[in-house]
């Protein structure tokens, strides 16, 4: 039997950062995966794939371009899924490629197959061939992932009622589909395939979607899904989805049918802990296969550590990086700094959203004083420059020691910008220091200072009321 210090299960973000920074601080790791998914869920199936796509829609249909060439403009007429499918096989292998590089030169054992507990410090590893090894760990990091929820009720073909695995090998841009669930998956597919012209429903349980983003945000959003033809239903819920030989009827708790030639099923995913067998570790998981740790990535069972989507929320792949990287830390005794609490989200939808920090909404329900500085695109010569009338950043700044307490983003390039945000509330900012910096111009980080400006003119008003004590409504 192989002995390593450190057996890592999966190959996603999570799991290559666990064995490498292992094998940095000198320690022999090794790295289980089935010989498909290296990269894991991120590379093969998720992140890389899903923004691939949306670069070649954004690319191909022209849409960014519209507002300065017209409504017409396209680069290609009748975008077929070959056309965007050859992208992402390039980039995803390229991605693959990058990964197995970085573990090799870096002295990881990737081990390819299925692994399963068979008690605390033993896995084996069963080879797509049949055959099957025992690996012995002195330290193991569980960086299994997620895969889509599959209800009963829903029965998946892989072509015309697909999830968000398969909806990667459609073999045409369907004209009508259904989207189920509007958690981020949902809303990121609807925004690519209405930009590609389907006519797309978004069946969502709650009365809203993505309720963790800016309320204003959210609304100036579906009111551009709307724009390319989308339809909400919102506070519906999908009982069934059935498949007739004309297409498929997707069955709502409320009684009304849709039909459609594509179903995208996306509410939601579930852990990978079953096939693992962690029950032979000790190590619970919960029913949609979660496994529970403490703050330094342990599981109930001290030298197992778990890491990424499989320990749940927030479930994006550069929280997942950063959590392996301190379980191997922690596993062999390397100090880290704290966990930063600043991290950003970013939402890959047309226009794409990114934010950091706490929302209005938070704010007002914590009865924090705060004021709001607005930036918008189309006031900004860089926006002009990229066609982008619709983008804004959002700064909210507390009212009495004028710190930055949220950045919202919405538009072109938002999943960028949000960072300029995050350095300066994570070294303790305040709004004072973007009204005095310089940015380049024409540029979108000019918004920053724009909205800096918004906030503080408002903020004066405020004190000049109070120091004349005197009220006096503003000019019309
Ligand atoms: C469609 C989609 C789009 C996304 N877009 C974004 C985005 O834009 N930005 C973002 O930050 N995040 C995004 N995410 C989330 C992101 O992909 C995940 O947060 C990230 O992949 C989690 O990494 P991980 O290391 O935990 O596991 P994963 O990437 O899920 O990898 C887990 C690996 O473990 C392997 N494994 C599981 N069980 C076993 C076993 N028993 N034996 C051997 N191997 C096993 C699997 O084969 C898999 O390769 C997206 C996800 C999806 C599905
Ligand atoms: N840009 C990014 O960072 C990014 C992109 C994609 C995915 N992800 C990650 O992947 C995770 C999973 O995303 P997801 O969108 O699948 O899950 P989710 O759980 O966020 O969303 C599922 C949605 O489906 C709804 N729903 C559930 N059952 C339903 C039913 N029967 N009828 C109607 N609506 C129903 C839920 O109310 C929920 O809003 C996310 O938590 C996210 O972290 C991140």
């Given at each position: 039997m192989d002995s390593f210090d450190l057996v890592v299960i999966g190959s996603g973000p999570a799991g290559q950062k666990a064995a490498i920074a292992a094998a940095k601080l000198g320690h022999r790791a090794a790295v289980v995966d089935?010989?498909?998914?290296?990269?894991g869920v991120c590379i093969n199936t998720g992140t890389i794939p899903s923004k691939t796509l949306r670069e070649a829609v954004l690319y191909l249909t022209g849409l960014s371009q519209r507002e300065l060439y017209g409504e017409a403009y396209r680069v290609k007429e009748d975008i077929t899924i070959g056309d965007v499918a050859s992208r992402i096989a390039h980039v995803v292998n390229r991605e693959v490629d990058v990964v197995r590089n970085q573990l090799t030169r870096n002295h990881v054992v990737v081990l390819p197959g299925t692994a399963t507990f068979v008690d605390p410090h033993t896995i084996r590893v069963a080879a797509a061939d049949g055959t099957s090894r025992l690996l012995r760990g002195e330290k193991i990091v569980i960086a299994a992932g997620t895969k889509p929820a599959r209800p009963d009720s829903v029965d998946f073909d892989?072509?015309?009622?697909?999830d968000s695995d398969q909806i990667l090998s459609i073999d045409k841009v369907p004209a009508s589909m259904v989207v189920v669930g509007a958690g981020v998956i949902g809303i990121e597919y609807a925004s690519m395939f209405a930009a590609l012209g389907t006519k797309v429903t978004v069946v969502e349980?709650?009365?809203?979607?993505?309720?963790?983003?800016?309320d204003e945000i959210i609304e100036a959003l579906k009111y551009h899904l709307r724009s390319l033809a989308v339809t909400f239903r919102f506070s519906e819920t999908v009982l069934e989805v059935q498949k007739h030989p004309a297409g498929t009827l997707t069955v709502l708790q409320s009684g009304k049918k849709i039909p459609a030639d594509t179903v995208l099923y996306s509410a939601g995913r579930q852990g990978v802990t079953d096939e693992l067998n962690v029950q032979a570790a000790g190590v619970p998981a919960s029913n949609r296969g979660k496994v529970e740790v403490n703050e330094n990535f342990q599981t109930e069972v001290e030298h197992i550590y778990a890491v990424g989507d499989?320990?749940?929320?927030?479930?994006?792949a550069a929280t997942a990086m950063e959590q392996g990287r301190r379980a191997a830390y922690h596993a062999f005794d390397e100090p880290v700094g704290k966990l930063g609490d600043l991290q950003p989200i970013g939402i890959y939808s047309i226009p794409e959203i990114s934010f950091v920090g706490r929302t209005e909404g938070q704010l007002t329900a914590e009865r924090v004083p705060f004021e709001v500085g607005v930036a918008r695109y189309r006031e900004l010569a860089r926006g002009a420059i990229l066609g982008d009338s619709y983008g804004m950043l959002k700064i909210l700044v507390h009212?009495?020691?004028?710190?930055?307490l949220g950045v919202h983003v919405f538009g072109t390039n938002a999943t960028e910008l949000v960072h300029i945000g995050q350095t300066v509330m994570g070294c303790g900012g305040t709004v004072d220091y973007l009204v005095d910096a310089v940015f380049n111009y024409p540029t979108l980080a000019e918004s920053y200072k724009v909205a800096a400006l918004d906030a503080v003119n408002k903020m004066r008003a405020i004190a000049k009321v109070t120091q004349t004590g005197v009220y006096r409504p503003l000019p019309e």
């Open positions: 089935r010989g498909h998914m290296m990269g892989g072509e015309t009622i697909v349980s709650r009365a809203t979607m993505l309720p963790f983003c800016d499989v320990i749940g929320f927030p479930a994006l009212a009495e020691s004028r710190e930055l």
